[in-house]
């Protein structure tokens, strides 16, 4: 349950990591310090910073550098990935085309998912079914961004290793059908700044994203080193700021981790606000479920709650394609 929080944890992973090859890696006690954290973090607040997790911050900077110079392209030259439904909702999304409960938010974005092939999932999987749309410009785009999503990736099933033991499970809670074939999304987003006249800021109410929760497992967030701009609601209704630690990656739990915790895991609202004159560029990694994973409460869960489900079975790719459809506006 998300408490009263006033901060945000920092939690060093890497004995965690170090020991996540091995099956008995719970009976490690720096992997049990770990895991104590992740517990607490989660239970407190839905967030927390991770460091030690073997990510170059030189990669973390480049993908924000190739980012922001892809957003600095005209909008004529990005258009040419411009996102449509026939896309797989993939591609690029001009300001104030996505959508947070109805109101426009104030970002540019590219939208990449894990791809899928026709007929995959059947009707299941077919609004998302397609083809990532890299830009042409700038170069080397496609096979950074495709290098960062696999090193994102293992990462990710590493730290849901620790998560699992803090639940009470096995590591592998959360692979085979859960999660082995887990799908991903990556949103590489700008912010723009607020503008001056005069010499004096002009007072702005856009968001530039609305307070929402994310859909699946866990998300890696790599923002700008210098913009302090994420908030995180808590349960008094207090927005903290998230201020950015260099080298680390915003974590923070999604609407599946929560089912399957049975609540005692929540996952936080947030939402983004720049109020820096600077352009903002953030790249969030979201790993998720297998496409069609039926996700309900983990029997562990249960126990360790009140002995009933709170929360029915959800479908991933169900929840996935109803928020993606609403969340866009073509």
């Not at 006690?29 to 460091?51: H, I, P, R, T």
């Not at 803090?166 to 999304?185: D, I, T």
Request: aromatic content about 10%.
């Amino acid at each position: 349950m998300a408490t009263d929080f006033k901060s945000i944890p920092i939690i060093d992973i890497g004995p965690l990591l170090a020991k996540c090859d091995d099956p008995k890696m719970g009976q490690d006690s720096g992997v049990a310090q770990v895991v104590k954290q992740l517990d607490q973090a989660c239970k407190e607040a839905g967030f927390f910073y991770v460091k030690g997790h073997g990510i170059p911050e030189t990669l973390l900077k480049q993908v924000k550098n190739l980012t922001r110079k892809f957003f600095e392209l005209p909008y004529e030259e990005k258009l040419k990935i411009k996102m449509t439904a026939d896309s797989g909702y993939r591609g690029y999304q001009r300001i104030g085309e996505n959508i947070t409960k109805g109101v426009p938010d104030m970002h540019e974005a590219i939208d990449c998912y894990k791809e899928l092939k026709p007929g995959m999932y059947g009707d299941l999987g077919k609004p998302m079914e397609g083809c990532n749309q890299w830009p042409i410009k700038p170069t080397n785009f496609k096979m950074l961004m495709e290098e960062y999503v696999s090193l994102c990736t293992e990462l990710s099933r590493n730290i849901m290793r620790g998560i699992a033991l803090a639940l009470g499970g096995s590591p592998y809670e959360f692979e085979g059908e859960r999660a082995g074939n887990a799908f991903w999304v990556m949103r590489l987003i700008g912010y723009p700044g607020v503008h001056s006249a005069n010499g004096s800021d002009i007072p702005k109410e856009d968001i530039g994203c609305g307070a929402h929760t994310d859909y699946g497992l866990l998300t890696l967030v790599n923002q700008d080193d210098d913009i302090t701009a994420l908030q995180v609601r808590n349960h008094s209704g207090e927005w903290i700021s998230a201020p950015p630690v260099p080298g680390t990656f915003v974590c923070n739990i999604g609407d599946m981790l929560k089912i399957y915790s049975n609540g005692l895991y929540e996952s936080t609202l947030h939402q983004v606000i720049n109020s820096s004159p600077k352009y903002r560029v953030c790249v969030a990694y979201f790993y998720e479920t297998n496409f069609d994973t039926a996700v309900e409460p983990l029997d562990i869960c249960i126990e360790r709650t009140t002995g009933a489900k709170k929360f029915e079975r959800a479908v991933y790719g169900e929840h996935l394609v109803k928020k993606v459809q609403t969340n866009f506006v073509d």
